[in-house]
């Protein structure tokens, strides 16, 4: 039985369950929805003279920003612990839906195998406003132009190597998995980023945790810019963290830190294919190998995978948009069920 | 047919049969939906020299901009056309969403009614890229302040009047319904606005052309400063639109100005209460109403509907998230079935 089969029969006996026990949504036809919305978490009011340079809009007043938009959605029967999905650099809560090339995404996944969803878009990206007060300082000439916010785009020749797709545009990777005829849906995903602009932590981080301790225990589940976001909250304080799901991170904390945070936490560092052939990202990969040792050495409960030891192979770094996205996504689900209480 | 496929197929017939007896989700308890994601329509590959001053990511590249984020919902028994919400300035998708109170938003009170809905963010707002380019031109002295992208925040104390809670802020209009107690979580839902950097027409309006198409037949349901858009979709080209509500509009047409696009094409413009009170907004309505007459002279279907007339209060400029939001909802249920087709 080969892997695909495999998949097939595990799905096709999770349907049977779920229709038997109404534990979960099949993976195909309706949906059931017990309760969904959205609202905001952190969030603070700042007094500006530069609000704006339109005679409709006036410059002084207060504005509310650093605040983290947040989506969920609860499945009829809730089977596991909510899991919080923490979109990376220069894309919004987007990248969990709908794949570029228009199949289920991770957020309406994990909903139907049970989980609580609840997708967020970081502060100053997306639907979290971000705080444009110093561009007009600088339009007003209250400013020199070099105090302008940093705020970049990434373009799609960079982007290419960085996602993985190929060592470089527009070179493609033997045998991976990304759906590059969608790539033109993909980039449309992409935004600004104002993040190099804010504090150390990003807003995100108290925001997450006090989205953690509302929900009584989440999974936070990351990726790329946002991977360290997890252990931040949770250096912050562990309430309400049930685990931490790092996908790909940027960064992992240091191994030489303070890994006390961590001790007991369930935490999994996942990394796809092609990792070593990129110098941008082999060295991340090695540092939260290092970082994973350590905390289990501190009495962690953590695990680095890297999914071509599985014999999952061809992740991009957009696992969740491959064409084996639910592979890895079942997976993952496996992962929750055998660690996270 | 295959035994997963006899599965799932019984899973559905199953589901749909559950609810045989309605054609649509009651307004409490469980919601089934048949199918929900997200995606783009339009956007435009752009070449830069300006997409960043960090040294991680190539000042250079193409990047994509003036797409529309879409997400949307089918429900189980679909029960009437498309319906596209169009949120205004300074906020985004959001708006139609769970209230800042915490009741149910609008997107999903005309999904339980049986209403497939579909929720933009607004081009360069949102999920949405912006533009950005021009900013770190300045910022790398290539370009003058002055050339500086025009963006604005509007504060609380401005929007107050904007948004008719009161004559000015912090005063409150007798019985006026938006739920004031929840002004924070209000607050947080607003965003930079870049609109007064975009042509005329914005590139959501060409978007929701295609959007129509897409659709084979959707009612344009508009917002404040999108008040306009479905007008100058339908000028653009009426394929795919079944209806136009506009619900407190900015601007309506020129009643002076080429009516033939909207000639029979069913129309609702509507505004709530205090409309007489407020400088911005009563000649507003009044050219409104020069508008909707004169469409209808030149064999239009239009109407306006000022809520106090029918007997529905203290309506805000924010009707989706006023206190009696679900009412309002209801009567624009019923005007959608007389009206159309």
């Known amino acids: 039985?080969?892997?695909?089969?495999?998949?097939?029969?595990?799905?096709?006996?999770?349907?049977?369950?779920?229709?038997?026990?109404?534990?979960?949504?099949?993976?195909?036809?309706p949906l059931?929805?017990?309760?969904?919305?959205?609202?905001?978490?952190?969030?603070?009011?700042?007094?500006?003279?530069?609000?704006?340079?339109?005679?409709?809009?006036?410059?002084?007043?207060?504005?509310?920003?650093?605040?983290?938009?947040?989506?969920?959605?609860?499945?009829?029967?809730?089977?596991?612990?909510?899991?919080?999905?923490?979109?990376?650099?220069?894309?919004?809560g987007k990248t969990w839906e709908t794949t570029p090339d228009g199949r289920m995404g991770w957020d309406e996944y994990f909903l139907r195998k049970g989980y609580p969803v609840y997708v967020i878009d970081q502060a100053w990206r997306g639907r979290s406003a971000a705080n444009i007060t110093a561009i007009n300082a600088v339009k007003m000439g209250k400013e020199a132009?070099?105090?302008?916010?940093?705020?970049?785009?990434?373009?799609?020749?960079?982007?290419?190597?960085?996602?993985?797709f190929g060592a470089k545009h527009p070179e493609v990777f033997p045998g991976m998995q990304f759906p590059l005829e969608a790539q033109g849906e993909f980039w449309k995903q992409m935004v600004p980023d104002f993040l190099q602009a804010l504090p150390t932590p990003n807003p995100t981080v108290p925001a997450l945790s006090e989205l953690a301790k509302k929900l009584n225990g989440t999974i936070l589940m990351s990726h790329s810019q946002s991977g360290i976001f997890p252990f931040q909250t949770a250096a912050l304080d562990t309430a309400g963290i049930a685990g931490i799901v790092s996908?790909?991170?940027?960064?992992?904390?240091?191994?030489?830190?303070?890994?006390?945070?961590?001790?007991?936490?369930?935490i999994l560092v996942l990394f796809g294919d092609y990792v070593d052939l990129s110098t941008r990202w082999a060295p991340r990969l090695k540092a939260c190998r290092e970082f994973v040792q350590a905390a289990n050495l501190a009495g962690g409960k953590a695990e680095l995978v890297v999914l071509p030891d599985l014999g999952i192979k061809g992740n991009s770094h957009m696992l969740m948009h491959d064409r084996n996205s639910l592979e890895v996504a079942a997976w993952l689900d496996s992962w929750i069920l055998r660690n996270v209480r």
Chains 1, 2 share one sequence.
Request: hydrophobic share 40%.
């Open 247 to 266: 996908i790909e991170p940027g960064a992992c904390p240091s191994a030489t830190g303070d890994l006390k945070p961590y001790a007991g936490l369930p």
């Open 1 to 29: 039985m080969n892997t695909k089969n495999i998949i097939a029969t595990a799905i096709a006996a999770v349907a049977i369950s779920g229709c038997a026990t109404h534990a979960t949504n099949p993976l195909e036809g």
């Open 145 to 164: 132009p070099d105090k302008l916010l940093t705020v970049f785009a990434a373009g799609h020749e960079g982007a290419w190597a960085i996602f993985r």
């Open 32 to 92: 059931t929805i017990a309760k969904q919305g959205s609202f905001f978490v952190g969030g603070r009011d700042v007094q500006s003279e530069t609000l704006s340079t339109l005679p409709a809009y006036l410059p002084s007043g207060k504005v509310t920003v650093d605040q983290v938009y947040v989506h969920y959605q609860i499945p009829a029967v809730p089977a596991g612990k909510p899991i919080t999905l923490i979109h990376g650099c220069c894309l919004t």
